[in-house]
């Protein structure tokens, strides 16, 4: 935990310049928008749009997410973000707790 806010995190031991990669995620780990409309979930999102409207529901794209998460959590171990699903079962620091 860092500072007065408890907040978990990293932070820099030096400056780092402008532009400069620190972090590298392969793009078949990341959880995006795009890629939930894209996928799996596509049919049932463009059959229910209006459950995920965002001129209805500001926060769509949370909700969207949401819906990802529970269809991958009711896959089990058979999908690929189970790791990722199991840890923020049990790690209440996570980015489901963050605000836009």
Same mark, same amino acid.
């Given at each position: $935990? ?8 990293? $932070? ?13 995620? =392969? +793009? ?8 939930? %409309?894209? &996928? *799996? !979930?596509?049919?049932?999102? @463009?059959? +229910? #749009?209006? %459950?995920?409207?965002?001129? %209805?529901?500001?926060? @769509? /794209?949370? +909700?969207?997410?949401?819906?990802? !998460?529970?269809? *991958?959590?009711?896959? &089990? ?6 790791? #990722?699903?199991?840890?923020?079962? /049990?790690? =209440? #620091?996570? $980015? %489901?707790?963050?605000?836009?």
């Amino acid at each position: $935990m860092f500072g007065s806010l408890n907040i978990v995190g990293a $932070m820099a031991s030096c400056d780092i310049p402008s532009n400069k990669v620190v972090v590298c995620i =392969p +793009n078949r780990l990341l959880i995006n928008k795009q890629r939930i %409309l894209n &996928g *799996e !979930l596509k049919d049932l999102i @463009n059959s +229910n #749009y209006s %459950l995920f409207d965002e001129k %209805l529901y500001p926060s @769509n /794209e949370f +909700n969207i997410f949401v819906v990802f !998460l529970i269809y *991958e959590k009711l896959k &089990g171990e058979s999908s690929f973000f189970f790791p #990722y699903i199991q840890i923020i079962q /049990e790690n =209440p #620091y996570t $980015m %489901l707790d963050w605000c836009q």
